[in-house]
């Protein structure tokens, strides 16, 4: 059964107690422009992307989260770290694309960038922005340009992280958590439920995705979807448990 405004509301607004708590664990938020490899990280994890000006307008107060998002669910693709998915979604800081980064390994740079092209008015200048799953030289420096706008808006945006160190799989705790928070928190398509709606100046209203437009989030996948109420004590026990520092 789907959640009524009142249930999900509380759940919305618990969800927020235990991110305060998992704040606690982590120190405090971080920024991905003053991350590197060697600083403590989980093998494994779940993280919260926030956004300056983003705040919760109905569940309470302070930044609401923004971005949801895990890795190596598959289990073919089971090498990859928490830190590896972030430097991904931050992009390189020297080499040859320096201060930008590759949109066409991180689903969250693409659509950062879908936003900043439409804005900007900049649609003439990278007409192939999120085609195919690679790209030759001249492209990927046309659309540097684009790439490094999207590295600073990254960048800036404060997240935490809960480590979970379990196997890939569809059934993973990570996938478990990454789906129902996004399903919870997503406003898509409640048009008369809405809780911590968008401000009016957020740039995901220019994203191309409807679902980024209309969830208020950074995510596509499951944003359309029901969430298990009972996740949020599974969540809670995480939290409880975890060691971020």
């Not at 618990?14 to 991905?32: N, S, T, V």
């Not at 590295?151 to 789906?179: A, C, K, Q, T």
């Not at 437009?213 to 995510?219: A, D, T």
């Amino acid at each position: 059964m789907k959640p009524d405004f009142s249930q999900r509301l509380t759940d919305i607004r618990h969800f927020y107690d235990l991110i305060e708590q998992l704040e606690a664990k982590c120190g405090a938020k971080r920024l991905l422009t003053d991350c590197h490899g060697k600083m403590h990280w989980p093998k494994r994890g779940v993280y919260f992307f926030f956004e300056a000006g983003e705040v919760r307008t109905t569940s309470g107060n302070g930044l609401r989260v923004v971005r949801v998002g895990t890795h190596s669910i598959d289990k073919l693709d089971n090498q990859q770290t928490l830190w590896d998915r972030l430097r991904t979604h931050r992009g390189p800081l020297t080499g040859k694309y320096a201060n930008g980064g590759n949109h066409r390994a991180s689903v969250f740079r693409k659509h950062v960038g879908y936003a900043l092209i439409a804005r900007d008015s900049r649609t003439e200048m990278v007409k192939n922005w999120g085609q195919g799953n690679s790209a030759p030289e001249i492209i990927r420096q046309n659309e540097h340009p684009i790439e490094v706008a999207v590295s600073e808006h990254i960048r800036v945006m404060p997240f935490l992280w809960l480590p979970i160190n379990d196997d890939p799989g569809p059934d993973s705790l990570r996938n478990y958590i990454e789906r129902n928070t996004i399903a919870m928190i997503s406003n898509y398509p409640r048009s008369e439920s809405r809780i911590d709606e968008p401000s009016e100046n957020w740039l995901g209203i220019w994203a191309k995705s409807g679902y980024v437009q209309c969830s208020g989030m950074w995510n596509v996948e499951h944003v359309d979807e029901n969430y298990d109420t009972n996740f949020l004590t599974v969540f809670a026990d995480l939290i409880h448990d975890c060691e971020c520092e």
